[in-house]
Each structure stands twice: as structure tokens, then as C-alpha cells.
């Protein structure tokens, strides 16, 4: 599998487990919400794969997701499900990859 499919597979994939998360809750526009969500985490989803940094793969997804999660975090002052879905999602993410790419 290319890097470009597999980071459009792991983007939806996350992408989709973040919008499910936030779907029982409450937002002013609910809609505006869940669409940011999706597209961070796709970003995010998307970018480890196609992307090298030089580190072992678990490192690498968790750099570049906490890197694409931080703004969202400032703003939104929602640090720990933020950051901590972020975290989880750029190890696996990284993980997945780095064992593709033969360890990144």
C-alpha cells in the first residue's frame, strides 16, 4: 500500500472516530464543530505517512499529531481530550505506518 493511501485511509478512519466522540455533546454550532474535528484529525491522519521526520514511527505520529492538535487545543481550552485523542491517534497512526514503511 502507498503512503498516500494509507494515510487517506487512516485520515477517514480517525477523522471518523473523532467526530464519533463528539457527537453525545453540545457545541454553539454543532456542525462547524464535528466538520474542524474531522479535518484535523484526517490532516493528521494523512500527513504521518506521507511524511518523515527521521524518528521510529510511533514518535513521528505522535509529533505530528500533537503538533496539528495544539491550536485546537489553545482555543477551545479543552487540553486533555484534545491532546489525548491526538496522542493516541498519532501513536497508532505512527505505528501502523512505521511497520508499512519497514520502520519509517
Known sequence: ???LTLGLLCGVAFGGVAVATMLPLSFPDKPAALTAAFL?????GLLIPVSHLGL?????GLVIALL?????ALVTKA???ILG???LG????GWIA??????M
Open 1 to 3: 500500500m502507498t503512503p
Open 40 to 44: 484535523n484529525r484526517f490532516g493528521t
Open 56 to 60: 521510529p514511527g510511533w514518535l513521528h
Open 68 to 72: 496539528l492538535s495544539l491550536p485546537a
Open 79 to 81: 487540553y486533555v481530550p
Open 85 to 87: 485523542l491526538g496522542a
Open 90 to 93: 498519532g501513536l497508532l497512526i
Open 98 to 103: 512505521g511497520g508499512a514503511a519497514g520502520g
